[in-house]
């Protein structure tokens, strides 16, 4: 009898070894992020993996953001796209207007069951990823902004402040001579020609960079950055270039290794470049907020959002929906919302997690690291709640190349603006008619 009780609990413990053990459900997210950011990435799903035994996220580097959203719309048309999309704050609208290829992560959330309240976001960043009926579209996640960086080592050698940053423009280019003097080869650089110098400029100046409201207002927004101020600041940029002050670098983030290398002593950029600040600098360094002018009325207003959001694919299956309701509940959570803003510089996206932060003394510990937040949650106008777009992308590289322009001497700041806004109100125009054709099927 024994033997034979033996012989059955043995059977027993190998069928159940043999039973196929619950398959996890894998959800694929693509994304644009390198460097510190990527490893950044890969830590967020791994550690989700490892919280819970159901889901299964599996990070996918796409390439840039351009290409990450034109290979994700191939992939939708052919069947196979990713379950989540991250798409930089310039492709929203483009975005939202492709509602076949999308579902509302608000939808998303609701229907999985999973806890979800928009308003414990910060208000400024939900905002601007919710439709006029309420509905939260995508979910923010690397949430930026633009700000100012300075090498205290230089400034200490060019006899200026390592502790006062320039807080207005003129500041920025007296510093820029003294820095030149002390034998600095770039004094001043920037990335992203148009989210800082157009965009974050005209919000945090409260000046429009588009009628109808920055394009909240409707499809017939068109491009409004030809203003005298817009002007002003462009012939300023155009004489440092001149004089050696400013050094252009590039498109898009192509200018941060120069500031972390050493060879740039100030550099404005999104704050999401702090992770590779920290990591890369051997050096002393600063963080402030954007430089304004002081004259203005109403600057400092608040600046751009910027970074990427996550968009949810649709013609997925409600288990997956499920998995990615539990991964994006999984990101919200405060410690691991803080934890992030610490280590990459992108805005904690809910207000607990920024409370949780300030609490912990981090923004004591490292000076400066709040500004982005401070610059982001103060109360928003009409024309500062930020930009909304169609065909942004190819504004921005229009914007690109017609400031190029200016940098090389073969335009002068004018008539590079009033180009740039001419070729950049045509995409807008074809992106109004190609909404009203979709409108009317």
């Known amino acids: 009898m024994k033997l034979n009780a033996l012989a059955l609990a043995v059977g027993v413990c190998t069928l159940a070894l043999a039973a196929p053990a619950h398959a996890q459900v894998e959800v694929q997210w693509w994304h644009s992020m390198t460097g510190g950011l990527n490893e950044w990435v890969n830590d967020l799903a791994k550690d989700f993996n490892a919280s819970q035994k159901d889901y299964k996220i599996v990070p ?16 939708f048309r052919a069947g196979n796209a990713p379950h989540i999309l991250q798409v930089f704050e310039v492709g929203t609208a483009t975005m939202m207007s492709s509602k076949g290829a999308i579902k509302p992560v608000g939808e998303v959330m609701t229907q999985s069951g999973v806890a979800f309240d928009p308003k414990s976001y910060v208000p400024a960043v939900a905002g601007y990823y919710t439709a006029p009926n309420g509905q939260m579209l995508s979910f923010p996640f690397n949430s930026s902004t633009t700000i100012f960086y300075y090498n205290k080592d230089a400034f200490k050698a060019a006899g200026l402040d390592p502790n006062k940053a320039p807080t207005t423009w ?28 157009l965009e974050s400029f005209s919000l945090w100046h409260n000046t429009l960079f588009a009628t109808q409201n920055n394009g909240f207002g409707g499809p017939s927004a068109r491009l409004a950055f030809n203003s005298p101020l817009h002007l002003r600041h462009f012939d300023n940029l155009a004489n440092m270039s001149k004089q050696g002050l400013f050094v252009y670098k590039g498109r898009a983030s192509v200018a941060v290794p120069s500031f972390v290398s050493g060879e740039c002593a100030m550099f404005t950029g999104s704050s999401g470049s702090y992770a590779d600040v920290a990591k890369g600098a051997r050096f002393g360094y600063g963080l402030a907020a954007l430089p304004y002018y002081p004259d203005v009325p109403g600057a400092p207003q608040n600046t751009a959002i910027g970074g990427a959001s996550l ?35 992108y805005l904690p996206i809910t207000m607990a997690a920024y409370q949780l932060t300030e609490t912990s003394g981090f923004y004591k510990e490292k000076p400066g690291t709040d500004v982005a937040v401070t610059q982001m949650i103060r109360k928003t106008t009409d024309k500062s709640r930020g930009i909304r777009l ?15 322009a200016i940098w090389s001497g073969k335009k002068e700041p004018k008539e590079a603006l009033e180009a740039a806004m001419k070729r950049g109100n045509e995409q807008l125009e074809r992106f109004e ?9």
């Open 433 to 441: 008619k190609a909404n009203k054709a979709a409108a009317a099927q």
């Open 311 to 345: 968009w949810v694919m649709a013609g997925k299956k409600p288990a997956e929906y499920k998995g990615v309701a539990e991964f994006f509940k999984y990101l919200s959570n405060p410690e691991v919302q803080s934890a992030s803003h610490k280590r990459t510089g």
């Open 390 to 404: 169609g065909n942004f992308v190819q504004i921005r590289t229009i914007i690109d190349e017609e400031t190029e």
């Open 60 to 75: 996918t580097f796409k390439g840039n953001y351009d290409e990450a959203m034109t290979a994700a719309m191939a992939a």
């Open 170 to 197: 003129p500041e920025v280019v007296a510093a820029a001579a003294k820095l030149k003097a002390s034998g600095s080869k770039c004094p001043y650089t920037t990335s992203w020609m148009s989210w800082v110098h």
